[in-house]
């Protein structure tokens, strides 16, 4: 049996090593508890053109027209497709999704023209997924290295062959593999105002990077347009609009009606990007969200989360509005990967938030990267079942430890001051000038000390990360989906295309066709 590493024990990473586990030798590693993910806090659910007054066609035009030009056709089709039978799996698996009348019950969210999102215990999705996949884990018999993080890929002759790993006590090691399979989420980290947990910092694509892989799409950064505007930052799931909240100006006038002709379920990035507005025309306030029609019973049995939330901070949306503002969620972009999971190192394959399929275009289509972590996952799956693999020449060690305690932060006003100059100059609208201060700032910001640690890492990788958004922000000249340019405020046709960005010596930025065209790259410049 050959052996695979699967890092991250999100979605993605629990049905990877799940599906993986039945042909080869796994061993399982993941930063935190098990169970501890972007996943873990998904709200909303799973969208699956599942019902019969929905089709994959339908769900394939929602996404593309939400990935504003740039969603890879293939790989939206293979998402949509796909993903009804592994969500009926995932049903069969156990998920309590809520139902209604006997029947699974089902949302709608901004820009789906069906109502097709499952979700469980009201606005706990993340949780109903991951505990499941998890305790099926838990009992598949897979090797699990809890506490234990990813620090840098090891490539031997252009091959992946193992990874290297940190664990909270300072120790070190390296796990050889035929095969390694990045599923370490995204990176919200790097804003200061973020929906994401703590562990959100990006590292499997920074290693990815380290080790000369690919990235794709990385200046399409998701900003959340209603995370509550309260210590916490919760999400306030999209699925609030869906059920009819509306959102008002410090007037308590809707304004959302003047700026999209879907109101409050236009694409995210228009609502952000009208909430960012209107907050600066209001002098930095809160917009307020208004779901005090949608009843007081209503609220607590269908977003319990929220409700809790809310309570927490002394709120009480049955009775009032409650103050939002827009947050960083998702990264659409990632390390490149093919339709079967493979990126441009051979032996390394990425999966779900930490992947850049092309399925998200510059706009993810809400509740679609729970399915793209499930859907991908089972096809990295499949690809390593049908592929030989080379021994790898690496075997497990482990390395002294440094002595360096877990979780200490080594510098943590360099990670503020990042988060500040990304949130200022790259978030919800950039242009050149504050891009080309950001990269001067980030340029400036050192990591504080090269002993090996959780915190140091982390640091290291969000400012390698920070940087590359930047770069790639600068790169584009225009505005679609995520990625608003004040300076270029409308969409050209010639920019339809994703960019690559690849280490190799310099930074270099460039274009790639999608899939039916071969991936062909073109290096269209240097920074
Ligand atoms: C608050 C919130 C609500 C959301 N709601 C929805 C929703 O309703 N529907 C939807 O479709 N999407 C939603 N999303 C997005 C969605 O949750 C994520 O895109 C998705 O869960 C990503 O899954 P993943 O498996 O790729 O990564 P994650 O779930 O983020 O898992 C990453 C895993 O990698 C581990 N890891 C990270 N770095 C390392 C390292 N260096 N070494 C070892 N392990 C590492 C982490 O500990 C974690 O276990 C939401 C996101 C947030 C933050």
Not at 39 to 48: H, R
Not at 443 to 467: H, K, R, W
Request: charged residues 20%; hydrophobic residues 45%; proline residues 4%.
């Amino acid at each position: 049996m050959f052996r695979v590493v699967v890092v991250g024990s999100g979605i993605a990473g629990l049905t990877a090593a799940l599906r993986i586990s039945t042909f080869a030798e796994v061993t399982l590693i993941t930063k935190g508890a098990l169970q501890e993910s972007n996943t873990l806090y998904a709200q909303g659910g799973i969208a699956a053109a599942l019902f019969d007054d929905d089709s994959v066609e339908l769900h394939v035009r929602d996404t593309l027209l939400a990935g504003a030009g740039l969603g890879n056709e293939d790989a939206v089709r293979i998402l949509c497709s796909e993903g009804p039978a592994l969500v009926r799996e995932l049903v069969r698996f156990g998920v309590p999704f809520d139902r209604s009348g006997g029947e699974l019950a089902r949302g709608l969210e901004a820009a789906h023209s069906r109502s097709r999102v499952l979700h469980a215990g009201g606005d706990a999705t993340g949780r109903g997924i991951a505990v499941t996949l998890a305790t099926r884990v838990r009992a598949s018999g897979i090797r699990i290295l809890e506490n234990a993080m990813l620090t840098d890929l090891v490539v031997r002759c252009g091959r992946t062959v193992g990874v290297r790993t940190l664990d909270a006590d300072g120790t070190g090691g390296v796990l050889g593999a035929e095969a390694v399979v990045l599923a370490t989420g995204g990176a919200g980290r790097p804003y200061s105002h973020t929906t994401n947990p703590c562990g959100a910092t990006g590292d499997g694509i920074a290693a990815a990077w380290r080790a000369g892989a690919e990235l794709a799409d990385l200046e399409f950064y998701q900003f959340h347009p209603t995370a509550l505007a309260a210590p916490g930052g919760t999400l306030v799931s999209e699925a609030v609009r869906g059920e009819g909240a509306v959102l008002l100006d410090a007037s308590g006038s809707r304004f959302m009606q003047r700026v999209h002709g879907d109101a409050e379920l236009a694409p995210r990035d228009v609502v952000a990007r009208a909430i960012a507005r209107q907050m600066t025309a209001q002098n930095g306030a809160p917009v307020l969200l208004d779901a005090t029609g949608l009843g007081r019973r209503f609220l607590a049995h269908r977003f319990p989360t929220i409700q809790a939330a809310c309570e927490a901070a002394g709120l009480d949306w049955a009775l009032e509005p409650i103050p939002v503002t827009p947050a960083a969620h998702y990264w659409m972009g990632g390390v490149k990967t093919d339709a079967w999971a493979r990126t441009s190192i051979p032996g390394l394959l990425a999966i779900g938030e930490a992947a850049c399929t092309g399925a998200q275009g510059a706009n993810r289509l809400a509740s679609n990267s729970l399915l793209e972590g499930l859907v991908f996952a089972a096809r990295a799956a499949d690809a390593l079942s049908a592929t030989e693999l080379p021994t790898s020449p690496v075997e497990d060690t482990v390395l002294s430890g440094s002595g360096r305690a877990a979780g200490e932060a080594p510098s943590e006003r360099t990670v503020d001051d990042l988060r500040e100059v990304m949130w200022r100059y790259a978030g919800v609208e950039r242009n050149a000038d504050g891009l080309s201060e950001a990269l001067r700032l980030i340029d400036e910001l050192q990591p504080a000390d090269s002993v090996p640690s959780i915190a140091a890492q982390e640091e290291l990788n969000l400012l390698t990360l920070g940087d590359l958004v930047v770069r790639a922000a600068l790169a584009r000249e225009e505005s679609r989906g995520a990625h608003y340019r004040s300076d270029f405020p409308t969409t050209h046709s010639e920019a339809v295309h994703s960019r690559v960005i690849l280490r190799d010596g310099d930074v270099h930025i460039g274009t790639f066709t999608d899939a039916r065209q071969g991936m062909t790259r073109e290096v269209v410049g240097a920074c």
